[in-house]
T-cell receptor
């Protein structure tokens, strides 16, 4: 029962470097999400994808791009990393993105940008 | 401005007693509410939810109460167990929206 798998689990980048965070789910879910969690904060939605081929901005999309590669995979890209993007990133998925459809989360990617 | 507020950063209770975690919201369009539990170094896991057409939902030791007029919900855990020690997040959703809005979380410690 893999559920939602995120890679890598940890990463250290230098300012200006680029990186792609990977996420895959094996639950045949339609909707997928990327969140970030900063110390003392709740999770904030970066981007989401309601279905294969569609993506939409969340609360904090600036500095990020996403790709819904297929139904299983949803990647998050930092084109030019900045120290303000140091955070724990969580990917999630749900059957549909709405009522009575809880999201299932991966264990996160801890990203530090120096 | 925060739309979902958990004003208590932490809560400590004795094993066997009741834990009450509170959550307030400001957006009257929210009509579905969820509680997630998070252990260190893990992702949040869904615990229990309630829709705005109800005022109570129960699942084993966990009960969520919703007071729409006060824009307030609470999670009751009875009896509390040491394994319940975790951070609890309240989250809210508007029907037709994909955007789940989270509170900052409350760290619950259950002492043996």
């Amino acid at each position: 029962n893999a559920g939602v798998t995120q890679t890598p689990k940890f990463q250290v980048l230098k300012t200006g470097q680029s990186m792609t965070l990977q996420c895959a789910q094996d639950m045949n879910h339609n909707s997928m999400y990327w969140y970030r969690q900063d110390p003392g904060m709740g999770l904030r939605l970066i981007y989401y994808s309601a279905s294969e081929g569609t993506t939409d901005k969340g609360e904090v999309p600036n500095g990020y791009n996403v790709s819904r590669l297929n139904k299983r995979e949803f990647s998050l890209r930092l084109e030019s990393a900045a120290p303000s993007q140091t955070s724990v990133y969580f990917c999630a998925s749900s059957w549909t993105g709405g009522f009575n459809q809880p999201q299932h989360f991966g264990d996160g990617t801890r990203l530090s940008i120096l | 401005d925060q739309q979902v507020k958990q004003n208590s950063p932490s809560l400590s209770v004795q094993e066997g007693r009741i834990s009450i975690l509170n959550c307030d919201y400001t957006n009257s369009m929210f009509d579905y509410f969820l509680w997630y539990k998070k252990y260190p170094a893990e992702g949040p896991t869904f615990l229990i939810s309630i829709s705005s057409i109800k005022d109570k939902n129960e699942d084993g030791r966990f009960t969520v109460f919703l007071n729409k007029s006060a824009k307030h919900l609470s999670l009751h855990i009875v009896p509390s167990q040491p394994g319940d020690s975790a951070v609890y997040f309240c989250a809210a959703l508007s029907s037709g929206s994909e955007k789940l809005v989270f509170g900052k979380g409350t760290k619950l410690t259950v002492n043996p």
